[in-house]
């Protein structure tokens, strides 16, 4: 049997290891390399090649690797992401979005992917303070920005924060695909607009799509974690 | 009617409100892992390659550029299939419809083969094709064929599917001796709508040796079990289904051919895991079509409005159902002929929207009660409830009882509420202070949601040391329905919620068939099924409280216990007692329980009475379903032709109420769809044939928050006491869907006329064409 590699999530793995870990661990066709766990260094266990999931010891291997059986191939450069407050440096191929990263690489798959156009919202993350689709951002360009997803809103096994618990109250959610990216949105205004009107709260969330069509419940939970 | 008191379950029990899906709390933090949230060492991505023309012949499929790009790993078309695919429905070789998959390009990322899809070249040989519903009905030949024939499949040379006439009573007579009678044929055709639940459809599926493990978000997790095993011919022990959630079931996750590609792809490719996984695109190609239809309908009335006789002519594509359960379990109609056709076209046959069944009937019901009303100087309100079936009445055609028959209480609800009969006016006559035109409208039904069906449907649950339960049963996962499912255990077998748990779910591997999700049999089917394990488990931790020193004590029997908010008590005394975990952790042999779905089940679905009722006794048949009725007041601008909704009422026949909460949100989210499909929703179709071509959201012009005033909706469900169903309950399923036929009725009663809504919702433009203006 296949082994299945993200049961535990790997944010909260590396978070607590202060590791980078390749595909071997994390059976990710990603490359991942040297992660920096709030500046100190991890060390790396594997390379894994993107393009066919090899798995090397050394980077010097995989670029051996790399020429070889990919020729005319570049291999990618390395890029620093800020992930929910956590350093990552990925070796990120140019045509990779924010949210294939996020979930294929990193294993944050709370980020969902719905339409992968910018029509949906489920892909929805918080970039420096903004609620952005993940799945129309290159994550080669997102050097520099502060990502935020689902995952950085209340630590695992911990209290739920305000936003959270509204839509736990008000049962906003119905089969769930869209709630990660309705959550980042109604966090997004929340922290700009500490108390909106339910109108603010319908613009807010306007981008969003939910198929169930759970627009009532979310739209009253958004309001009552203002307090309006 | 009064209803007995529960412990857990039930709009009127303490704390019921508060229940939360089991799921909630892990989705608020990103925990659940979908089946494209699944990742295996070595994994591939396929992506299909969707036909560009309707109807044709691949004569040729060159994939040789699309395999010289980096991390392509195999391209797959019809050619490749294997013999046990050659009559799947996976890669085809006449391509049936535009968008059918014809080739499978597998790469190391999914971006890598999108790119690949577009350089494999394909030469087709263009058939003719049938688009458009219109095209047969103009085919006398096809109109008045012989319909008993049976039909050999989706590709043989008729373009029939189904078709079937019923006959009640002399309708040719009591026409011809009716004090009115009118035929309406100029119904507008009703809207095809889109609808996709948000998860794209894919499966995962990695070989392992001779055994086959696969990962689909399903409705019915057992059923895929089965029909994979039917198709390719792998033995079930060695065939392992997994269904970890399900991003929006909506109908369209009954029988995912996405399965087979990826049980396909990664055979091709020695057993390694394939992700296979539809672009939005491709899913909206690929699936989630309403029907369209229309019909013919001739009325006759004595000269007070009372129905005599209706004469139906109805046909519609896909899966559509006939418009003979509306009339015939809403109203009370002695003589009554329906002659319904189904049609293939090419065009995609997968429904998907939030009932499949109702919204186009519907409208066509609303639309002729509300004409004849009109004639006979009624108001819409008056018609109904002159000819609406009564809570006791049976089945016009089976002579059947009727589980629970609500819609008459659920009219009464929303003409109460709404004030109906002092708001309605003639059409076109009220104007509001600001000049835009004010209408009203009524609408309700009975409808075939909610049934029980599926005598083979078990639940297990087991009783664990620390004194909670476990239920574990094939649903696929801990959503509304498997949170039900909780419920129902909790309240048989006297435990707090937080004491029951759903440890185990959407595997084919360690649970028993919990049936299908879809069109909320899972409610009372599986429902029935978790009772029952659940009774066995109470008489048996009543055995075990009985050999306890509290209970030995006092002598007591089993028949002498009781048990409520997790502890078990001495009914006569109940200061005498002890919790589940004190008995549970003392008890000396396993105490768990295997409950059988409903027996006395027919064919056709409907169940037994598991309690006499009307002078039925228990284990006869019975007619099943569910109720709605709606009022909705909308303003209309003249000038702009906008609609907006003032109010609308919503009430809903739900039988005994398992999870309130779950309930309120599918009424409240059934009538924003309402809204939706009303108001908003457009497609974008290829000008010379006809076909539906919109692959986006935007396209299809979906509602947003911005369209949504949830303050104006007034949510009543309805309480009713099935004598079928486990405990009173029943599935409530969509019975919302009678808001979009309330919508049409109220513009209507704005404007005066009705609004061609001929594939297509009454946005601005179609409603300046009713008045003249376009």
Redesign the interface.
Known sequence: MSKETNLVSRREFLKDAGLVVGGATVGSAALLSACKNNGKSGSVTKYVCPLDSKEFDSLQALKDHYASAHEGVALPDFKTLNINGVDYSLIINDYWSLAWVLRETLGLYGTKVGCDMGQCGACTVIVDDKPMYACLLFACEMEGKKIRTVEGLADYGNKLNKVQQAFHDANATQCGFCTSGFLMAAQALIERNSSPSEDEVRHALSGHLCMCQNFKKTIEAVVAAGGK | MALPEMKVMGLGTPGNDKI??F???D????????V?????????YAVAKHATVDHANITKIDASEALKV??VVKVLTYDTNPEWARTAPILYKTVPFYGAPIALIIA?????AQRAVNLVKVDYEVLPAVIKTTDVMADDEAMTRDTSAPLSGRFADSNFQSSGVTNRGDVDAALKSAAYTRTISDMPWTTRYQ??????YEALA?W?GD?V?VYIASQNIHGHHRSLHNWTGIPLNKLHVYSP??????GTRLNNPEALMAVFASKEVDGR?VLYKC???HSMLFGGRQFDARSVITIGCDKDGKLVALDVKYVCNGYGAGITPIFSKTLTIPNMRYEGTRLYLNDQDRCAW?CVNDPPTGYHFTHALDLVAEDLNMRPDEIRLKNIMGEHDVDQDSGLPFGTKEVNACLDKVLQESGFASKWHKPGTKKLADGRLHGIGVHCHHDSHGRIAGSDRATIVLMLQDGTAAVLDGGSAP??QMTEQAIVAAEVLGLKIDDVKTPVYGNSDATLNGGMHGGSSFTGSTGGATMKAAEQCRKQVFEAACKNATFSAVNAKPEDLDSKDSVIFLKRDPSVKATFAAICSSALNPIGGIGHGWNNVDADGTGGLQRPKDGFEVGHNTEMGSACADVCEVAVDPETGEVEILEHWNAVGTGRVIYT?GV??QM???T??QV?MALYYGDIKDIPTGNIIGT???ESQ?????D?N??R?HLYPIEGDNHTGPLGAHGIGEPCVGGYCCILSAIYNAIGKWVDTDHGACNPDRVLKALGKA
Request: proline content about 7%; hydrophobic content about 25%; aromatic content about 12%.
């Open positions: 939360r899906s799921f909630m709390d989705l608020l933090t990103g925990k659940p892992r979908f494209g949230d699944r990742h295996f060492a070595g994994q591939l980096p991390g190391t990322d999914w971006y890598i609808h996709q639940p948000l998860e794209q990695y392992s055994e493990y959630g399900c991003g929006g079931g909506l895991p672009t939005k695109k939030r959503h509304n909460d309120l949100q409240g989210s059934g924003e769809l939706n986006q959201y935007t979906m509602i947003t928050t911005l949504c949830p303050s909706y």
